[in-house]
């Protein structure tokens, strides 16, 4: 019994220190239907923290700009839904596999290589677009002027008279092929120039070096010969789990390309395997291609994804990014593809059309409520209510009182939307 005794009081002590903390202030609405007895500062209230209650999460927040002419083949809304597959997998047998019929594919070629008119043919198929990723001609082409090893594919391309992507001369894992920034962009754009005399219909694709990548970068070419931004977005794993969280790394590369042009992730990526640890986390890579997909739908100049089904341990090194080799991986890209966010078919229609911009701030709907942050509102021209709530140390603006414009939640999105 004596040995108890400074147990049960240490116990005590824990529960008396529990139920006198402060609870923790993590969001706000009015004072009126505030749970908790907490002060209130000027012009703002407060939500208090509960055992039995979820926290907010904060969620992309859309506003509808004027009538703009969309780029080449970007869709009207939605994400085109693509994959990067081995040379040797027969796209039926991807199709067939994944359950849904895709937009594209991704082939990888060399100038001077011959192109591929077995794997366009089974693209045509499947009524999936080509992808073609284009790299600098092989040592021994080294001797042909590189105009007309350009003009060559140009031509080959466009005689199937077909929609195209060509991401030519990606700086990934490159950066420039050897060229200096003025050579690499007398290249671009000569390429640029002969497809649009031989090739009209084949879009260029500028792939950025990294996510640290902006528009002032020395190799980006310029907005004159560029139709979309391309950008590799892998989520390798390290010893403690994914190394980072691929959204909120790119989230700023977005908002520096989105107002200029559509945007590719060439490829997506999300690794159930690596060498760091030699573990399988199947399970959790399932989960992030789950959450990773959704996210994508609160981007809207994102129009194409290509999950990167090629990019196994073999080429990477570290990570495994396959998904065809487990079936949780299957099953899980196989929902995600079911989202209509996602287009099984190219959107080559061109008219004059509301766009939607993410705006910077995140907001929050909780409670059946929506939480739309006032520096949004500003940016938008929108008046600040005079009863703003505290969420995570940022003033935000309940969209009950903001009565002159429609706020609303889009369920497929998982975004907020403001018409103005």
Not at 114 to 136: G, K, S
Not at 140 to 152: H, K, N, R, S, Y
Not at 290 to 309: E, H, N, S, T, W
């Amino acid at each position: 019994m004596k040995k108890l005794l400074p147990l049960i009081f240490i116990i005590l002590l824990a529960f008396s220190a529990c139920v006198t903390d402060s609870p923790t202030h993590v969001t706000g609405e009015p004072r009126s239907r505030t749970l908790g007895g907490v002060a209130n500062h000027p012009g703002s209230a407060y939500l208090v923290e509960q055992s039995d209650m979820i926290y907010p999460i904060p969620v992309p927040v859309l506003f509808q700009t004027q009538n703009v002419v969309r780029a080449v083949y970007e869709p009207a809304e939605g994400i085109h839904l693509a994959a990067w597959l081995c040379p040797s997998m027969p796209l039926r047998n991807f199709v067939a596999q994944s359950g849904h019929s895709h937009a594209a594919f991704v082939y990888e070629l060399h100038l001077c290589d011959e192109v591929p008119e077995n794997w366009i043919l089974q693209c045509m198929a499947v009524m999936a677009t080509p992808i073609f990723v284009v790299y600098p001609p092989r040592q021994i082409c080294e001797e042909t002027p590189i105009g007309d090893t350009i003009a060559t594919l140009a031509y080959s391309l466009g005689a199937f008279n077909i929609p195209m992507f060509v991401a030519f001369y990606p700086t990934t894992g490159y950066y420039g092929h050897g060229l200096i920034p003025a050579e690499y962009s007398i290249i671009f754009r000569y390429a640029r120039a002969i497809f649009m005399h031989y090739a009209p219909q084949v879009a260029f694709v500028w792939v950025a070096p990294s996510l640290d990548a902006t528009v002032r970068n020395p190799f980006f070419p310029g907005h004159d010969v560029v139709d979309w931004i391309g950008v590799e977005l892998l989520a390798g794993r390290g010893g403690g789990g994914f190394v980072h969280d691929v959204i909120e790394t790119f989230a700023p590369f977005y908002h520096m390309f989105a107002p200029h042009h559509p945007i590719m992730l060439l490829p997506l990526g999300i690794s159930h395997f690596s060498r760091y640890n030699h573990a399988y986390e199947v399970d959790a890579a399932a989960m992030e291609i789950l959450r990773v997909y959704q996210a994508l739908a609160g981007f809207p100049r994102v129009g194409l994804v290509a999950y990167g089904d090629a990019f196994g341990v073999a080429r990477t090194g570290r990570n495994d990014f396959a998904i065809t080799v487990e079936k949780r991986l299957v099953s899980a890209y196989n929902r995600v593809a079911a989202n209509p966010h996602f287009l099984p078919v190219l959107d080559t229609s061109v008219s004059l059309a509301p766009r939607r911009t993410r705006s910077i701030h995140m907001g929050y709907h909780w409670n059946d409520n929506i939480y739309v942050n006032v520096a949004t509102l500003a940016e938008l021209n929108i008046p600040t209510p005079r009863q703003t709530v505290e969420i995570d140390g940022h003033l935000f603006a309940c969209s009950s009182r903001i009565s002159a414009h429609r706020i609303w939640f889009c369920e497929i999105r998982q975004t907020i939307m403001v018409d103005v």
